[in-house]
């Protein structure tokens, strides 16, 4: 494909948003058989100081607004209270829990995972890996990073960390990315597809510069997912031995053509886009988000919000339109504004004198369905001073963006790295399964999790894990570190069940925590397919075939609540007209029918769920 070199401009509402695209090149390829390759050392290396309040790094410059805010709004220790209870959803059960990647003394636990519609688990923590199958209870390989990147011998005393897992329902395979070094010399991404739907069989493993721009920068805090074509891979640019406050360049996001990787091609077709800003301020910690059912595409949207900001009510929504391949990407910024405002969040407290860190309040997770995305981060609830969860809502996100949010949370508990899993069955339905860690000054720390409902309504917090001592990895300093990633994935196959990983306090030394968890006893199915043969034949529709508007009369035998949909002749939901009260007897509906496509359409009136009446009509020019 020919690669373009091309600068976009948007300016919407005064505001002035830049970014600019360049195509690259990987800077090597290499095929491993795990199998064949083991790590006995495993060794790995970090720094394990914490950041001293009166220093002058960007964590520094955190600490002292945590203080500020917690000095505003202090923590106000009232009857142990869930604020975001009020009618509760139901509460979900537990299938499974197990103790994940062995610990290997790094931290804190960056936990990642996917699963397979084959029940297959790959999971992360760190620099350490592991392949479980759920259906006979084995493990098939662990190991380390290392055996990755045994095709790139310069690398192997580099330390690998921030390991992101995916698993893609569409060519059922795995990805697994991570990064190399910390410093711009030997800075790099690792991305490796699975060759198959069986992680023991060999790796395609592609090195990205984590320099891409040759600018001396190393990238750091990666995410990722995945479209119907693509994988998108975001990372922050920092300076070498730079505080965040001066250290900080940018954040990319990389664009990659996923089939390259799964055919091992030898160059991945992609391109990186930066110089995201608004006005002169570089967006950072841009988070994609995941298809919520199924993959999205063909444009992918990214959130972020004004993370190091003691308090803000601005997010952004970030659209990339188009693939790769089409010649056609561009990159578009919107503003948003939330009417609660969300807050820095402070650090989690424990039994002993020491707190967790919460970081900043970065977007941790994201899902997008046909008309919405969910997202959570972190956030202060001011009304305790506790750490809690900001869920935020973006409808109509393609069209003309409305967004709300709420904070869960609790007046004792603190919660720290939430992520979100869709446990939807049909189009836009906003069930999730939202997992954390979370701790508390009268009791140990532990992994949990809240399900949200089709009404919005949540259930009471689940703990998944209780911890069995507090965290305690630092010898010194009252500040440890809890965990910057929480994994979590639905199985597509099974949309009802949710799979998490997160982190616990063991008495010598901190653990992942692996779980299962179902929001019904058995999935539901969706909704059924429509058909041409509706089971009552009611009303009149006109015109017939149809240019504009569209008249449809029925009656009802009572007033009920009612849906009507549109449906294209291949099914797809098209829009949904009406989902409201109508009342007993005759009643019409009109629409216009202009916008539509030529071919054939279905509307469908049903009362909970049930299907009442079926209509088609022809759409001509």
Not at 108 to 132: E, K, L, M
Not at 374 to 380: A, D, I, L, P, R
Not at 482 to 499: L, T
Request: glycine share 6%; hydrophobic share 35%.
């Amino acid at each position: 494909m020919k690669k373009l070199l091309f600068i976009t401009l948007l300016i919407s509402f005064n505001n002035f948003f830049s970014q600019k695209n360049t195509p690259l090149k990987t800077i090597g390829y290499s095929r491993v058989t795990l199998s064949e390759n083991f790590d006995k050392w495993e060794i790995n290396l970090q720094n394990k100081e914490m950041p001293n309040p009166n220093g002058n790094s960007e964590k520094d410059r955190l600490l002292k607004l945590k203080n500020e805010l917690s000095l505003k709004y202090g923590h106000k220790n009232k009857n142990n209270f869930e604020k975001v209870i009020s009618d509760t959803a139901n509460q979900v059960m537990i299938e499974s829990g197990f103790n994940g990647n062995p610990y290997n003394n790094r931290v804190p636990n960056d936990n990642t995972i996917a699963i397979s519609n084959d029940g297959i688990i790959v999971s992360g923590i760190n620099s350490r890996f592991i392949f479980y199958n759920t259906n006979n209870d084995s493990i098939l390989e662990q190991g380390s990073l290392h055996t990755l990147t045994t095709g790139f011998p310069q690398f192997n005393t580099v330390s690998k960390y921030d390991p992101k897992f995916i698993y893609d329902p569409a060519e059922d395979r795995f990805i697994i990315t991570f990064l190399i070094g910390t410093a711009w010399q030997n800075s790099n991404i690792c991305v490796a597809f699975s060759s198959s739907n069986n992680p023991s069989d060999p790796w395609n493993v592609y090195l990205l510069s984590g320099n891409p721009l040759d600018t001396e920068h190393w990238t750091d805090y990666p995410a990722i997912a995945l479209s119907q074509d693509e994988l998108f891979i975001t990372g922050n640019l920092l300076a070498n031995g730079v505080s965040w406050q001066l250290g900080f360049q940018q954040s990319l996001i990389w664009q990659i053509d996923k089939l390259d990787g799964y055919n091992g091609e030898s160059e991945l077709d992609m391109q990186v886009w930066s110089d995201i800003k608004d006005d002169s301020i570089s967006l950072r910690n841009l988070h994609p988000a995941r298809g919520a059912r199924e993959l999205s595409g063909p444009n992918q949207y990214l959130i972020s919000n004004k993370n190091f900001s003691a308090e803000s009510d601005t997010v952004y929504l970030i659209e990339i339109t188009n693939t790769l391949n089409s010649g056609l990407a561009n990159l578009n910024i919107t503003r948003l504004s939330v009417e609660d405002h969300y807050f820095l969040s402070p650090n989690g407290r424990q039994s002993i004198n020491k707190e967790l860190s919460t970081n900043d309040s970065r977007v941790l997770g994201a899902i997008i369905d046909e008309n919405w995305i969910q997202y959570v981060h972190n956030s202060m609830d001011t009304t305790y001073g506790t750490a809690g969860i900001y869920h935020g809502i973006i409808e109509n996100y393609s069209t003309v963006p409305e967004i709300n949010g709420r904070i869960i949370s609790d007046s004792i508990i603190d919660y720290g790295y939430p992520n979100i899993a869709s446990t939807a069955i049909n189009p836009n339905e906003k069930e999730c399964v939202i997992g954390f860690n979370y701790t508390s000054p009268i009791d140990t720390n532990g992994v949990a999790c809240y399900y949200m409902d089709n009404s919005t309504n949540y259930s009471l917090r689940t703990i998944l894990k209780h911890g069995e001592a507090p965290i305690n990895s630092f010898v010194s300093g009252q500040l440890d570190r809890w965990g910057d990633y929480f994994g979590i994935q639905r199985r597509y196959n099974e949309p009802c069940k949710v799979w998490m990983s997160g982190m616990y306090g063991k008495t010598s030394s901190n653990a992942s925590w692996i779980s299962s968890v179902a929001v019904s006893d058995t999935c539901r199915n969706p909704d059924p397919v429509v058909t041409f043969d509706p089971p009552f034949n009611n009303g009149t529709l006109f015109p017939n075939p149809a240019i504009e508007w569209i008249v449809y009369d029925f009656s009802l035998e009572e007033t009920s609540m009612i849906v009507i949909s549109l449906f294209d002749a291949q099914g797809k939901l098209v829009k949904t007209l009406f989902n409201d009260q109508a009342n007993k007897g005759e009643n019409r509906l009109s629409f216009n029918s202009f916008f539509l496509e030529k071919g054939l359409y279905i509307i469908r009136v049903t009362e909970n769920k049930n299907i009442l009446f079926t209509k088609k009509f022809i759409k001509v020019n």
